[in-house]
């Protein structure tokens, strides 16, 4: 149980344009879901927390106009990094948490993106 | 949330048991333990968490000191695939709490 989805992959993107990262709960209903960023031989470091049908919280130093997150449904939330340049590149990853008091969050395998 | 520190990197051999420790000496009455690790490009997976009892469940066992300010993750009988980056993070249980993550301790187990 608690499988989190991550699609795609992988993406190569030429600079300029837009890519938009899924991330899905299969067997669980996720009130709450993560975005981390992880860049080569760095740890995860948080980008924003959304709440299904809310809008994100996004930390500090994070654009929110260039992360877009939409958490529609219980179990999917998406990234959309717009208008992505070469310093976007990065390993993006999401977590999905059940709303159940200590119960852990659960990771997807993550997104590596990589702007030409 | 309560910072923890672990050592940055530690070995270990193939079908030994791995014991990682970690610091958390100011954690609160209501924050648990979690532990989780990373394996070479992938997302983190769950391992284990606790708040004051012993943990076992099939992947590893969680001992928490008395005291709780610091823990050790143990790894029973190492494989190769248990190579990985582990990371011991504290927070509160109530809601939907984010995970600060620190650097880990990159272990690895050697044939």
């Known amino acids: 149980g608690a499988v989190v989805s991550q699609h795609p992959s992988w993406v190569i993107c030429k600079s300029g344009t837009s890519v938009k990262i899924e991330c899905r709960s299969l067997?669980?209903?996720?009130?709450?879901m993560f975005w981390y960023r992880q860049f080569p031989k760095q740890s995860l470091m948080l980008m924003a927390t959304?709440?299904?049908?809310?809008?994100?919280?996004?930390e500090q130093g994070v654009e929110k106009d260039k992360f877009l997150i939409n958490h529609a449904s219980l179990t999917l939330s998406t990234l959309t990094v717009t208008s992505a340049h070469p310093e976007d590149s990065s390993f993006y990853i999401c977590?999905?948490?059940?709303?159940?008091?200590?119960?852990?969050?659960?990771f997807g395998d993550g997104t590596r993106l990589s702007i030409l | 949330d309560a910072k923890t520190t672990q050592p940055p990197s530690m070995d270990c051999a193939e079908g030994r048991a791995a014991n990682l420790p970690c610091n958390h000496s100011t954690i609160s009455g209501n924050e648990y333990v979690y532990w989780y690790r990373q394996i070479h490009s992938q997302g983190p997976q769950y391992i284990i968490h606790?708040?004051?009892n012993n943990e076992t469940n099939e992947m590893a066992s969680l001992i928490i000191t008395e005291d709780r300010k610091s823990s050790t993750l143990i790894l029973p009988h190492a494989t190769l695939r248990d190579t990985a980056v582990y990371y011991c993070?504290?927070?509160?249980?109530?809601?939907?709490?984010?995970?600060?993550f620190g650097q880990g301790t990159r272990l690895t187990i050697n044939p």
């Open positions: 959304s709440n299904e049908g809310s809008k994100a919280t996004y």
């Open positions: 067997d669980f209903q996720a009130t709450t």
């Open positions: 606790g708040l004051k």
């Open positions: 977590s999905a948490y059940q709303g159940l008091g200590y119960q852990p969050q659960h």
């Open positions: 993070i504290v927070r509160v249980a109530r809601g939907a709490q984010k995970l600060v």
